[in-house]
């Protein structure tokens, strides 16, 4: 069963999201946040699987909601997040991806694709727009001290095969597309990629690619 938190400032929106959530035989609503403080004291408490994350609310915004909530666990532990927001180029959607989102959904999408982004986070797979993610390298190649940065703690633990596996990762491929590009079988990758997070200690994906790219371990630009 994935248990899931509902964090948004607007009662209506909360109440739909539940009853299509609800409707679902693996999901239950555990609770619901009117704000970012009632969020990050939410999800201490109730310890969900998914958080819905509403990006502009009073007292705290989803952004510092979800540093706050993502620090107090370790790598790889914790409540996956996705961000609510109401236009794709809202400026706070790279923001909180920086900050330990899983990834967002616009607030007009259909159920059928809320509730696949549920299931995708809980698997533990990131939900990222190409235009998303963009940005989201843009800003980070932007920083200027990223060169100087010291490589990450399990780097050198990484095997030959799960660098190929990182660097396709990054590049933006699936499992499966990274199965046909390797010539390995979809478990296999999966196991792959599980292996990586664990010893760079990233949460997923979104986390991956951040890391990757705030430590130039691709060694190309961004296409």
């Known amino acids: 069963m994935i248990r ?3 964090a948004d400032d607007q009662e209506l929106l909360r109440e739909g999201l539940a009853m299509v959530l609800e409707a679902q035989p693996d999901m239950e609503i555990v609770g619901h946040a009117g704000d970012g403080t009632a969020a990050v004291a939410a999800a201490a408490r109730l310890d969900p699987d998914v958080i ?3 990006i502009r609310m009073p007292n705290l915004d989803g952004v510092e909601a979800t540093r706050q909530i993502t620090a107090a666990r370790p790598a790889g532990q914790g409540p996956r997040i996705v961000v609510l927001t109401t236009f ?4 706070y959607v790279v923001s909180a991806l920086q900050a330990g989102a899983s990834g967002f959904l616009l607030k007009d999408a ?4 809320i509730i696949s982004a549920v299931r995708a986070v809980a698997a533990g797979n990131a939900l990222l727009a190409p235009t998303v993610t963009r940005r989201l390298i843009d800003r980070v190649l932007a920083r200027g001290e990223v060169a100087g940065l010291a490589p990450p703690a399990g780097l050198d633990e990484l095997t030959g095969r799960e660098r190929e ?5 990054v590049d933006g491929l699936s499992n499966p597309e990274i199965a046909a590009s390797l010539f ?7 196991t792959h990629v599980g292996r990586i997070l664990a010893k760079l200690g990233v ?3 979104v986390q991956l690619v951040i890391l990757a790219y705030e430590h130039r371990l691709v060694p190309r630009e961004p296409s």
């Open 184 to 190: 390995l079988s979809e478990a296999t990758v999966k």
């Open 165 to 169: 596996v990182m660097a396709l990762v």
């Open 4 to 6: 899931i938190l509902i």
């Open 52 to 54: 819905l994350m509403d």
């Open 203 to 205: 949460r997923d994906r």
């Open 110 to 113: 259909a159920p059928a694709d």
């Open 88 to 91: 794709d180029l809202d400026e």
